[in-house]
């Protein structure tokens, strides 16, 4: 007789999808990590909505982040992510992908922690830098050494992303290798609530 279970096992996107329940999964890290890519990919796996907050942004300005940045500076900026961020969370599940200083920024990372589980997409400068190098439309890179800028925002922001539910090494591997490990990641981390909360 054939063997038909492992025919019947479900996938590892429905196994994901089934325990994350209504919860939102929220990207976060800095420019280049694959926030936007990566998101899009595990909600296409897991038959949920993607939103990405920068462009959300962008819509409802209808600017482009350096123009706002440009024409009402980094503060404005932060305060409207903040409201946006918020919004986006209220309803769930969908993935979402946020901006790099999103979880950065105390009252977004509240947003954030309140709204569902974190992910940080852990890279290391080599690779951001090869990622991002070739476009210039991120205002904070706009600068004499951008690679140097880089590497500070790293020192500065490194131990704040730390404080994600889950970190995911990303790396110059196919984008499918990096969506499966988060959502086995996902998996781990509510298996392991469920335990610690009996
Ligand atoms: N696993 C991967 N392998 C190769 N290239 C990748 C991978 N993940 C992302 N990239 C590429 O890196 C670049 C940056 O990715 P992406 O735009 O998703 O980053 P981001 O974290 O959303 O950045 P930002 O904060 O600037 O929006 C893109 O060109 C993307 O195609
Ligand atoms: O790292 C940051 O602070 C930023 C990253 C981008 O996603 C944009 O949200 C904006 O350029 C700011
Ligand atoms: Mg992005």
């Known amino acids: 007789m054939t063997d038909t279970s492992s025919l019947l096992a479900p996938t590892l996107a429905e196994r994901t999808r089934a325990i994350l ?3 939102n999964l929220i990207l976060v890290g800095l420019m280049g990590a ?4 990566i998101g899009r990919l595990v909600a ?7 939103i990405d907050t920068d462009t959300e942004i962008e819509r409802v300005s209808r600017m482009t982040i350096s123009e706002l940045f440009t024409a009402y500076g980094e503060t404005e900026f932060r305060a409207l992510e903040t ?7 209220r309803s769930g599940p969908k993935v979402v992908s946020t901006g790099g200083g999103a979880f950065i920024n105390d009252k977004t990372r509240r947003q954030i922690e309140r709204g ?11 690779v951001l830098w090869e990622r991002v190098n ?5 205002p904070l890179l706009k600068t004499e050494n951008p690679k140097q800028t880089l590497e ?3 020192q500065d922001r490194y131990p704040v992303y730390a404080r994600a539910d889950i970190t995911i090494n990303s790396r110059d591997v196919r984008k499918e290798v990096i969506c499966a490990e988060v959502l086995e990641a996902v998996i781990t981390h509510l298996t392991d609530n469920r335990k610690s909360h009996g």
């Open 21 to 23: 329940g209504r919860r």
């Open 134 to 138: 070739k476009r210039d439309h991120r």
């Open 83 to 89: 409201r946006v961020v918020k919004r986006i969370l």
């Open 116 to 126: 569902g589980i974190s992910i940080w997409l852990h890279a290391d400068l080599e």
């Open 34 to 37: 694959g926030k936007s890519v």
């Open 152 to 154: 500070k925002l790293m």
């Open 44 to 50: 296409q796996q897991l038959g949920l909505p993607f």
